[in-house]
Structures are given as structure tokens and as C-alpha cells.
């Protein structure tokens, strides 16, 4: 580390200078930029848009979260099928070709959707309720193929479906347990239980909100909330924030992929596609982040700005034709010495 | 042998504080654009002591207080001026090609700083408690699953991106900020490009 403090030395050697107090530069920007921050504070405020609950969700649109929560037994929502960190799903992660580092780690956040977010929370509520726990047996006694069909016929049936005072009415047909099942997890989820069930999840201390967030990362009505505040991935999501608010500017770059062929695309090119996307634009911004981070040492890359003029108007002054500007040249100083041994 | 002489021998050798601190710059330091690089720290300093305040009163303070959704504010707006602030820094640093005369690894680990920060501000969009954080992580879930870092780094888990963004990373950022200022200032401020490479009315 030596040559770097005579580096210095050596590297000003002849050159003007001038007196530059940086601490109070520094107070000032700190004062500055603290005030300002004060004012755009007081004015604009900010962002802080209530979260969504499962109770809100429920009495919102309650054919949604019926319609999810049937998705979740048969297996069909986004979560139950994810795959890896969270279940066994085969063929679930994303890959390109052999590449496939979603799969590497196995599961190593067990989300069994279809217990977690219907049948025990079902099973807590039927502690006092002999017809939802009769269901219930119903419901478990039967083949996979019976629940199968039941779960077909009744999804089909919410199409259809009414809400009176909150409640889910669907036209008669076979549909075994599950409208009872249904309705009583309908009404857990109402009164709020469903979210302290999933949260709190047997444990007393808690904060880890996987299983409430995929529960409501499956329904539209999340979804859609989230479209009605232009936080949708086609309309650049994740940099923006709800309201007028700027968000995560910053991640523009990152953003954009996922506007542009080939990942929205469902054949792609070179086996990037929009099924892969979020893989593919991965390793496409750590490329190019790499790049970025070694222009210093990239031909071409590094002569840019010395073609480009721009930096003529930031050292202006300096190739201003008067020459070097206020100062006088930094006297020559030897080198330091080394420090000599203590006695 | 002393290791305690030797790193003060070395550290008196390395780090002097008339370079560290120095109170004169060449003349050609001469442009508002210097001003972005304090600017940044500025906001970061700023950043640093609205969430110090912001974790001590906790969740619940800064969502249902006037005052805590005040320093909330203050927080928002503070990475807002962060991020401007030091993007601008680095277009500046570019178009100066301030890499230039052994100041690669400056330029190096000023580009990993921009990076951490930009992890350190996603675990703080996803530790809010509200729509926008809850909208956040669902989706930025799957491409951290896609790399395999969702198995470690579950953004779902709102203690484990709160530990992140109030200790773990402040602490990276602040670390490699430090750095890169100690490499700025032990190799001064990066010339212009020579005059004669200029135009010939330029450099006249």
C-alpha cells in the first residue's frame, strides 16, 4: 500500500492547486440536501398503501378467493405447481438447457399448498363444527380421482357463480364436500382467522409471510390491484410505486428485458424465451454488469469518453485557452521518507 | 516482532492523513460534477440516520404516527436523492474516464458499491409492510428462485430482508464506500484528458 500515498505525491507533482475544504463541502451538502429532504417530506410525503389481508381479499371478491383456494386442492395454482424452493413439482424450474440452478438446492422451503391454505386451517375450524368435520372425512376418504372430479365440476360451477351477503352460491351439481368445505374456509377467511392461521402458522413468535403472500400471489384480485397501479411486469413493475410516486428507478435496465424479444417471446432465441425470462435477463444484466465494471480494462470500452467531447465541458475551465486556471503549481516535495525503526 | 508497531509503521506508510484529508485540490477539480460524489455520501449519511430512527421505533411507529411516517418519508426521499445522486456520480466518473492512471479498481469498487446498494434498497422496498412491499416480493421471488438464491434469500421472509437491509448490508455499503473513498484520496483526483488530445481551438 505504500506507492499509493506517493503515488499521489508524485501524481500532483507540478500540477496548481488550490484550497478545497472537503469537510465543508460535506456539511454543506449534508445541511443542504437535509433541508430539501425536510421540505419534499412535508410536502409530498410518501408512499403507503395499506397491505392486502386474506380477510380483505375474501370480502372483496370472494368468487377469487373460493376459485384459488379450490386451485390450491387440485394443484393448479401458480404456488402448488412453483416447484423449487417449494415443493417437488417435476419440471417446474427454469433452465437454460442444462443450466438450471433453481433445482440445484432441492426444497428448501416446504410450501404444501393445498394442507397449508385449505385442509388445516379446515381442520382447526371443524373443532366445534361436526358437519365441516364430516365433510372433511368425506373429502379424505375419497379417491384422488373422485376429488379430481368434484373439484372440476365445482370450478366450473364459479364461472357462474352469485355472492349474497358475502357468501358463494354456486348451481346444484356433484360436488361432494367441497361447497361446504368452501364456504366454511370462505368464513375463516372473513372474520380474519385465515391470516393469523397462516402467519402464525403454530409458532408464537413470527415473521416470515411465505405461505399468506403465495396464498395471495395465486388469486387475481391481488393481481389486479396490482394492475390498477400500473405495478404490472408489462408495465415495468418493479420500478414503480403505487401513486405518483417515483419507485426503484434505478432498476430501468433490468426492467426493460422483460418488455422485449426474447423474453416475451414463447419461442425466445438460443433457448431464451418467456418462460425462462427471469433466468435469462439474470445472466443477461450480470453480463452485462460484469462489462460494466470492467471498462476500465476493455479496449474500446474505455476510450469512449475520451472521444466523446463531454468531458471538454466538465474540465472547461481547464482547457479553457488561459490554461490551467486560479492556483500556482504544487511545490516539489521528495518523496516520503520511510519511517525509520524505533529505537 | 510487533504486529501492533508493524501495522502502524505500515499504516503510517499507507494511509497519510495529509493525503487522506488534504485541504488543497488540483485546480482542475472545478465542476459541479465533483459535487455528486459528496452529494451521494451526503444522502447516504442522511439514509444512515433516518433508518437508525426508523428501526427503533419499529413497523408499527412508521406506518401509523404522523411522525413516523414522516421519518418514513424522509427515508423514501433520501434513497431517492442516493440513487440520483450517485448514478449521476458514475455517468461523471465515465465521461471523465477517471479509471484512467491506476484507478481501475476505483471505478471496480465503485461499481460493486452502486450494486450492493441496489440490493440494499429492493430489501427495503420488500420490508415496508404495505401494498407496494407485498407486490414487490411476490414478484421479485421468482428471479431470485430462478438463480437457485431464493433457496437462501427468501424475500418473502420479512425478518430475514429486514436483518439484511438494517444491519448486513448498510454495513457492506458503508464498507466498500469507505474503501472507495480511501482509494480516491490516496490517488488524488484524476487528471483531464491530456491537451493533446483535444481539438486544436481547444487545446490552443
Known sequence: ?343 | MSLTKRAQERLAESLPYEELLPYEQPSYVHSYVYLFGVASLASFILLIATGVVLSVFGPQWWHFSVVGHFFNSLHFWSVQAFFFFMVVHLWATFFQGAWRDGRGLTWVVGVITFLASIVTAFTGYVSQQNFDGQWIAVQGKDAMNSVGVGAFFNVLNFGQMYGFHIFVLPLVVAGLIGIHLTMVRLRGVVKPYPLEDQSPEVAS
Open chain 1, 1 to 343: 500500500m505504500k506507492f499509493m500515498g506517493q503515488a499521489q505525491e508524485e501524481y500532483y507533482r507540478g500540477v496548481r492547486m488550490v484550497p478545497y475544504d472537503l469537510l465543508k463541502e460535506l456539511v454543506l451538502a449534508l445541511a443542504g440536501f437535509g433541508v430539501l429532504a425536510i421540505l419534499i417530506s412535508v410536502l409530498l410525503s410518501s408512499p403507503d398503501l395499506a397491505p392486502v389481508t386474506i380477510a380483505a381479499w375474501s370480502q372483496a371478491d370472494p368468487v377469487d378467493f373460493v376459485t384459488t383456494a379450490s386451485g390450491e386442492l387440485a394443484g393448479t395454482t401458480t404456488s402448488a405447481g412453483y416447484g423449487a424452493p417449494y415443493n417437488t413439482t417435476p419440471d417446474a424450474y427454469q433452465h437454460w438447457g442444462p443450466i438450471a440452478p433453481q433445482a440445484w438446492f432441492g426444497v428448501r422451503i416446504p410450501v404444501d399448498s393445498a394442507n397449508a391454505f385449505v385442509i388445516d386451517p379446515l381442520k382447526r375450524a371443524s373443532f366445534s363444527n361436526a358437519d365441516l368435520g364430516a365433510s372433511l372425512s368425506q373429502w379424505q376418504a375419497a379417491t384422488s380421482d373422485q376429488q379430481a372430479k368434484w373439484l372440476d365440476a365445482y370450478t366450473t360451477a364459479l364461472a357462474d357463480a352469485t355472492v349474497t351477503a358475502g357468501k358463494v352460491t354456486v348451481k346444484t351439481g356433484d360436488y361432494g364436500p367441497v361447497p361446504l368445505m368452501m364456504s366454511n374456509l370462505l368464513g375463516v377467511a372473513q372474520t380474519g382467522g385465515l391470516d393469523g392461521l397462516l402467519v402464525i402458522n403454530g409458532r408464537f413468535y413470527q415473521t416470515d409471510y411465505t405461505q399468506p403472500l403465495l396464498f395471495i400471489g395465486d388469486g387475481n384480485y391481488f393481481a389486479g390491484l396490482a394492475e390498477n397501479a400500473h405495478l404490472s411486469g408489462n408495465l415495468w413493475g418493479m420500478m414503480n410505486e403505487t401513486g405518483q410516486y417515483p419507485g426503484q428507478t434505478w432498476l430501468w435496465l433490468y426492467t426493460m428485458w422483460y418488455q422485449v424479444p426474447p423474453f416475451t417471446s414463447d419461442t425466445g432465441f438460443l433457448g431464451l424465451n418467456a418462460g425462462n425470462a427471469d433466468f435469462g435477463i439474470i445472466i443477461l444484466m450480470t453480463v452485462l454488469t460484469i462489462l460494466l465494471a470492467l471498462v476500465p480494462f476493455i479496449p474500446i470500452l474505455r476510450d469512449i469518453p475520451r472521444w466523446l467531447p463531454i468531458h471538454r465541458l466538465i474540465w472547461r475551465a481547464y482547457y479553457a485557452p488561459k490554461g490551467q486556471g486560479p492556483g500556482k503549481p504544487r511545490p516539489v516535495k521528495p518523496l516520503a521518507a520511510p519511517v525509520p525503526p524505533a529505537p
